[in-house]
């Protein structure tokens, strides 16, 4: 289902980091093609004389005169050429304005350079009462509540979006090589002579119904129209449905997009991070509109600076405009602009009119040594039209699943609309640029090199690479050594799409070097042709795998394809030969079954068979045991709250959502080993969060437990240790693999990122980008005995006596891809020779 809202903003979010790292894949347009024949022009770059950064927006007048323009987000701008002597005047809010005289003799490019304004504030002393400004920001909280559109409890409206993406400063190294012969008008022409590459154009046109008690949103899309390149155009999003959320609203204090949060420049604590100047005042009609300058009080924090024009009588705002402080530490992210206009449905009643966002993502998170603003990057673009504004509809909001409290609609022929229904229908019309997009991606989506470049954009997703009926994979598993096997290899593959959409068929085989044994997988899965999700699986698989995982951690991570935790760090700086490691075979079905959005269950029927370890073998009553074996069903209950996904097929990719996710299993089996049984039962739940406060994140989640009955130790919980130098989220990383064993336990792992908060305070660090973080790992648990009565503990199993707690300090953004952090174990004093401090890294990319 495609949110009106969420849609490409959520996709863009989750995405992102993907596209970036194969810097090709993002984008839509912004320019045409166009030629001013006989007419000469005067171009150039407009940059900050402090940072050498291009400034995007700034207008550009010929002196006296009403002909101008201004620059892109590259800060390029061109123009017709002006009369020799006149005059231009550059000129952006937040810098100090430039008049340049044009000389008598031809001058084909002029760029500027402009100073930041700097303001002595030190001197001037504003009490809480004194001040015309600070008396019209007290009167702008006063009534930011009534003012905010987010206050009514219900109400309908219909907007009209528009996304576009390209990418920008395509060099003619990458135009003229082969994989683009024959197709180099896909490229065209900025209005800086430089090149780009549109990738996407979507429009859509939806009616949202919204109701806060008891919560009820519904989305209709009347019309969608896509055109993309291969992920872009494939996916959408699904799950909740905030008919409320348009991405910016500057009456809540901070605001939350590309997962970073920025401060509104009307926050309530918006001195702390903004100044604020009162630039001008009109008249309009009865009221009085007054004009308000911002711009950032220090450097590198996530602000704005623009300008916001509120009225005297209700003291709402009007319109607001701000970019991305130039100063400000975000990798990728180069420019961002956020506009909204709010307009008043009756007199007193402000509502959404119309958002913008434009942002320029650079594909190397550092500066180096080329001008950046000719650098490749990309450009995307996103406007929302509000119309049909009701306030307190009597209608009824009916949802199909009386259960739920969202969902999206699609009309019948919404994907089907012709030419003539978007041209009566379009709240704002098309521009020439996105008139050109919809034919150039076309043509784009049938080169070669795009579609290799999609492909392994969807392997990064999916861990397989698409070969045409088969997709060969997973990737993650094609190579990995240990102790017991040596090196190992796994060849895999599955059915794609193009053999069946309901049907899918996987299966791999692989070889250990050292133990000279083969190993294989074979599964099959069906998709219901239903409204609701509905999946069955049934699969056959034989793999070595760690003392401790199990797909309980897919609870916590999600979206990895296997229960396997990756890290790049780790593979590359293991310290410790892995030999904790054992054979499972498991035939396993599983039915998952979705109630409504946020509501999943899955049924489980396994029976699984653990091998006995090379280098701890099993022991019962000292006698050496072959294998243990279990037959289990288990249902788990997966909660969310307004929540988006990604479905496609058989793929499901969980994005976002501000509320907890809650699993709860229920399970329970019996138990086979040397010939004996035992019936067994087990309670399990996770929660997991990420919490923005301010401008910090908080991230935390908990696993707990208990196991009832006796089971073999391998099937009990062992938490999940580390022995590498690579940092791991949900493993203690001062803990060895085989160190406890439980029935019953509780785990908490706690993340908190200042993102700069202290740093971007000192001048001597400002400039690194680093930012702090700061961990905490906690566990609790307890093993009875009896489940030696089954399989001996190894003599690494400790007995707990005292929680165990390790606590964290470090940098994350280290050259924007590392985390580095410091980890004590503070107790209990590991007796089997774990380390009680270290240093743990972790490579990621984001913004």
Not at 10 to 23: D, I
Not at 75 to 86: E, I, R, T, W
Not at 199 to 227: G, M, R
Not at 559 to 567: L, R
Request: proline share 4%.
């Amino acid at each position: 289902m495609k949110n009106s809202k969420q849609y490409l903003k959520r996709k863009f979010n989750s995405l992102s980091n993907l596209f970036l790292q194969y810097t090709l894949l993002f984008i839509v347009l912004m320019t045409c093609n166009t030629t001013i024949a006989q007419t000469s022009v005067l171009s150039g770059f407009v940059t900050d004389s402090e940072t050498g950064d291009p400034i995007p927006y700034v207008n550009i007048i010929v002196k006296n005169t009403l002909t101008g323009t201004t620059t892109d987000t590259a800060g390029v701008y061109k123009l017709a050429y002006p009369n020799s002597n006149d005059t231009l005047i550059f000129s952006a809010i937040g810098f100090y304005p430039i008049e340049k005289i044009i000389p008598r003799t031809y001058l084909s490019s002029l760029s500027v350079q402009l100073m930041p304004e700097t303001f002595d504030i030190s001197e001037i002393k504003i009490t809480p009462d004194e001040g015309p400004m600070r008396l019209l920001f007290n009167n702008i909280q006063k009534n930011k509540a009534k003012n905010n559109p987010a206050q009514f409890s219900k109400y309908s409206y219909r907007k009209y979006t528009k996304w576009r993406y390209q990418l920008n400063n395509v060099k003619d190294k990458m135009i003229n090589t082969k994989a683009f012969k024959h197709h180099e008008n896909v490229f065209k022409t900025a209005s800086d002579s430089s090149k780009y590459l549109p990738l996407y154009f979507s429009e859509q046109l939806v009616f949202n119904e919204v109701q806060k008690n008891p919560p009820l949103q519904k989305s209709t899309v009347i019309a969608d129209k896509t055109n993309g390149v291969g992920v872009l155009n494939d996916l959408e999003i699904s799950g909740y449905t905030s008919a409320l959320d348009l991405e910016v609203n500057y009456y809540d204090n901070f605001i939350n997009l590309f997962t970073q949060n920025f401060v509104s420049p009307i926050a309530e604590n918006g001195w702390f991070y903004y100044k604020y100047f009162l630039a001008d005042s009109m008249q309009v009609d009865s009221q009085m509109i007054y004009r308000v300058n911002y711009q950032p009080r220090r450097k590198g924090e996530n602000t704005l600076k623009g300008y916001f024009l509120v009225e005297d009588q209700c003291f709402s705002i009007m319109e607001i405009d701000g970019d991305l402080s130039i100063t400000s530490n975000i990798n990728f992210l180069k420019a961002l602009r956020l506009k909204s206009n709010y307009t008043f449905v009756n007199d007193t009643t402000p509502f959404y009119q119309r958002v913008q966002i434009d942002a320029l993502f650079d594909y190397i998170p550092f500066k180096t040594g080329k001008q950046d603003s000719k650098r490749l990057s990309l450009f995307y673009t996103q406007t929302a039209d509000i119309d049909q504004v009701t306030i307190n509809p009597t209608a009824e909001i009916k949802l199909s699943n009386k259960n739920a409290k969202y969902e999206t609609v699609k009309l019948p022929n919404a994907y089907n609309r012709d030419s003539l229904f978007w041209q009566e229908n379009r709240l704002e019309a098309l521009t020439e640029k996105d008139k050109l997009a919809t034919v150039v991606i076309d043509s784009i989506t049938e080169i070669k090199t795009i579609k290799i470049l999609n492909n392994l954009a969807n392997m990064s997703m999916t861990s397989y690479y698409d070969i045409g009926k088969i997709e060969l994979g997973p990737y993650t598993s094609f190579f990995n050594t240990n102790k017991v096997e040596g090196y190992h290899f796994f060849v895999g593959a599955r059915t794609s799409e193009e053999i069946s959409k309901r049907m899918l068929f996987w299966g791999g085989i692989g070889y250990g070097t050292r133990n000279k044994k083969v190993n294989y997988s074979l599964g099959y899965g069906f998709l219901f042709p239903t409204s609701n999700r509905q999946v069955l699986k049934v699969y056959y698989d034989d793999k070595m795998i760690r003392h401790g995982e199990n797909e309980k951690i897919l609870n916590l991570y999600e979206n990895a394809f296997t229960p396997t935790e990756n890290n790049l760090i780790s593979q590359l700086l293991k310290h410790d030969v892995l030999d904790e490691i054992f054979r499972e075979q498991k035939i396993a079905t599983s039915y998952e079954y979705e109630w409504y959005p946020g509501l999943l269950n899955k049924l489980s029927i396994n029976y699984t068979q653990h091998e006995s370890p090379e280098f701890y073998p099993f022991l019962r009553n000292n006698l050496p045991l072959n294998s243990v074996s279990a037959f289990e069903v288990s249902l788990d209950t997966r909660w969310s709250h307004e929540e988006k996904l990604i479905d496609h097929g058989f793929l499901r990719l969980y994005m976002d959502t501000e509320y907890p996710i809650v699993h709860f299993t229920v399970g329970g089996g019996r138990t086979f080993y040397d010939h004996e049984s035992n019936y067994y039962g087990k309670l399990a739940t996770t929660v997991k969060q990420a919490v923005n406060i301010g401008q910090s994140q908080l991230d935390y989640a908990v696993e707990a437990g208990v196991f009832l009955g006796k089971l073999p130790y391998t099937m009990l919980d062992i938490p999940r240790g580390n022995e590498t130098y690579g940092l791991y989220r949900y493993d203690f990383n001062m803990l060895n693999y085989l160190e406890y064993v439980h029935d019953k336990y509780v785990h908490t792992y706690i993340d908190y990122h200042m993102n700069g908060f202290l740093i971007r305070r000192l001048p001597l660090l400002r400039e690194t980008g680093f930012r702090e973080v700061f961990s905490s790992k906690i566990m609790v648990g307890r093993v009875n005995n009896k489940h030696q009565d089954v399989v001996a503990f190894p003599a690494s199993i400790t007995t707990m006596k005292n929680p165990y707690i390790e606590l964290g300090a470090g940098l994350e953004n280290i050259l924007s891809m590392f985390r580095i952090e410091a980890i004590w174990r503070v107790t209990p004093k590991s007796t089997i020779g774990a380390p009680s401090f270290g240093f743990r890294a972790l490579f990621y990319i984001g913004l």
